[in-house]
């Protein structure tokens, strides 16, 4: 089946003074590129990058061949993803969120290639990211039985990072959801069958300057004891 990716870029970036997080420097060069590089070579026929006027340009000039933007105004990541849909047809959607990292490099390949209504790759959560994440309770089947969002409290060991999805998950997703996660526990709930691949390494939000600074400084480390 032919599969698509979409990566949301469409945020104010507000905890960044407006800095576009899907441009911040990594060593392999940006974040929207890898994510971008590292889903066609998944597989994905094209990338779908949902972004606002003002940074659309940026979008289509850090983005390489196979991509494609599209405008939107939306006030949350649910409602941009939701606008890429009459783009998507019946394909399989690969989906990222570009400003993220992780330094396994084969996620998208094992997203890929699952044959379940939706797939997660999930990581270890740290300390530090409880509360942050959408936290996931997986069984020893590798079958995700609940998922909690931003809890604090929540003390389930995995969170997710990435996810592919059918045809079958699109009418969970409702706009006025923060951002998709929100979607699967009724997925869940409603009987499609939600598994996760279990990734190693680190995963890594940069939303903030905090996280981002935490990548950078586990990147350095890496780069010193080369």
Same mark, same amino acid.
């Given at each position: 089946?032919?599969?698509?990716?979409?990566?949301?870029?469409?945020?104010?970036?507000? =905890?960044?003074?407006?800095?576009?997080?899907?441009?911040?420097?990594?060593?392999?060069?940006?974040?929207?590129?890898?994510? +971008?590089?590292?889903?066609?070579?998944?597989?994905? @026929?094209?990338?779908?990058?949902?972004? =606002?006027?003002?940074? /659309?340009?940026? #979008? /289509?000039?850090? %983005?390489?061949?196979?991509?494609?933007?599209?405008?939107?105004?939306?006030?949350?990541? #649910? !409602?941009?993803?939701?606008?890429? =849909? %009459?783009?998507?047809?019946? @394909?399989? &959607?690969?989906?990222?969120?570009?400003?993220?990292?992780?330094?396994?490099?084969? *996620? $998208?390949?094992?997203?890929?290639? /699952? /044959?379940?209504? &939706?797939?997660? %790759? &999930?990581?270890?959560?740290?300390?530090?990211?409880?509360?942050?994440?959408?936290?996931?309770?997986?069984?020893?089947? @590798?079958?995700? +039985?609940?998922?909690?969002?931003?809890?604090?409290?929540?003390?389930?060991?995995?969170?997710?990072?990435?996810? *592919?999805?059918?045809? !079958?998950?699109?009418?969970?997703?409702?706009?006025?959801?923060?951002?998709?996660? $929100?979607?699967?526990?009724?997925?869940?709930? #409603?009987?499609?069958?939600?598994?996760?691949? +279990?990734?190693?390494?680190?995963?890594?939000?940069?939303?903030?300057?905090?996280?981002?600074?935490?990548? +950078?400084?586990?990147?350095?480390?890496?780069? %010193?004891? &080369?």
């Amino acid at each position: 089946m032919n599969i698509v990716g979409i990566l949301p870029a469409a945020g104010r970036a507000e =905890r960044l003074n407006g800095l576009p997080k899907f441009l911040l420097p990594i060593p392999e060069g940006n974040l929207l590129a890898l994510h +971008c590089e590292r889903m066609l070579g998944a597989g994905a @026929s094209r990338v779908l990058i949902g972004t =606002r006027w003002i940074n /659309s340009g940026l #979008a /289509s000039l850090y %983005a390489p061949a196979g991509t494609e933007t599209y405008l939107v105004s939306s006030k949350t990541m #649910a !409602e941009t993803v939701l606008a890429s =849909r %009459a783009r998507v047809g019946d @394909s399989r &959607v690969l989906f990222g969120m570009p400003d993220t990292y992780w330094d396994s490099p084969a *996620v $998208y390949e094992s997203l890929a290639g /699952s /044959s379940s209504d &939706v797939t997660l %790759a &999930v990581w270890r959560i740290r300390p530090d990211q409880r509360g942050k994440l959408g936290q996931c309770d997986i069984d020893n089947r @590798s079958r995700v +039985c609940n998922v909690r969002d931003k809890d604090a409290l929540c003390l389930y060991e995995w969170a997710w990072g990435a996810m *592919v999805w059918n045809s !079958e998950f699109w009418r969970f997703i409702k706009p006025d959801m923060p951002h998709i996660g $929100y979607a699967l526990q009724p997925a869940i709930d #409603a009987g499609l069958n939600v598994t996760a691949v +279990c990734c190693a390494g680190e995963y890594h939000d940069c939303g903030t300057f905090e996280s981002y600074a935490r990548l +950078c400084g586990t990147l350095t480390k890496e780069v %010193a004891n &080369v």
